[in-house]
């Protein structure tokens, strides 16, 4: 883990999400802090750096603190290795998360059967790979059935569901992460 804190934090990012949480406008913090609009934009987008003191300044706008925004930051570059045996990894049954963190992607890998019934929406584009066994979805009133190393690519707003019909399938799913907004508009055909 040594590595980790070598590397510049991409703190824009954690203000930014901090501020949508809380539904302020730039304007608002740029009222609240003492700093400029313009200024707020150029953190956010990652293109100034600011000053331990700024960050203080925004941090108070914010309702937190400059650790704690830096705690959220990004690391500007990374490595993360996931082992399979990771303690804490496995979340509800059968699923575990193959990314750390938040970052742009998330990926999970979901083992054995999974609640068919329920229907899934996501806001960004996914895609799921068979791993191992065989699944069935369903997306948009049609069914496909997936072998191993069978893919399926869904565009960000495509309700789907999926039931694995083999023991221990395993199903890899990875997506753009809910907290990016790419969701672009798509010309109607």
């Not at 970052?103 to 791993?131: C, I, K, P, W």
Request: contains cysteine.
């Amino acid at each position: 883990m040594g590595d980790h804190k070598e590397q510049p934090l991409r703190v824009g990012a954690a203000v930014r999400r901090r501020r949508r949480a809380l539904d302020l406008t730039l304007a608002v913090v740029a009222e609240r802090s003492g700093l400029s609009v313009p200024f707020l934009s150029q953190i956010e987008n990652e293109r100034a750096r600011p000053s331990q003191t700024s960050l203080e300044k925004v941090a108070d706008a914010l309702r937190t603190t400059a650790v704690e925004l830096l705690a959220a930051a990004d690391p500007a570059c990374s490595v993360d290795v996931v082992r399979a045996g990771d303690a804490g990894n496995r979340a509800e049954a059968g699923a575990r998360s193959l990314v750390r963190g938040h970052h742009q992607m998330h990926a999970s890998e979901f083992t054995g059967d999974h609640d068919a019934g329920r229907e899934l929406q996501f806001r960004n584009d996914q895609l799921m790979y068979v791993a191992d066994g065989a699944v069935e979805i369903e997306a948009e009133g049609r069914a496909y059935r997936l072998g191993r190393g069978d893919t399926l690519y869904l565009t960000g707003g495509v309700r789907h569901r999926w039931r694995a019909t083999v023991p221990e399938t395993r199903l890899l799913v990875v997506a753009v992460a809910e907290h990016i907004e790419a969701v672009r508009d798509k010309p109607r055909r």
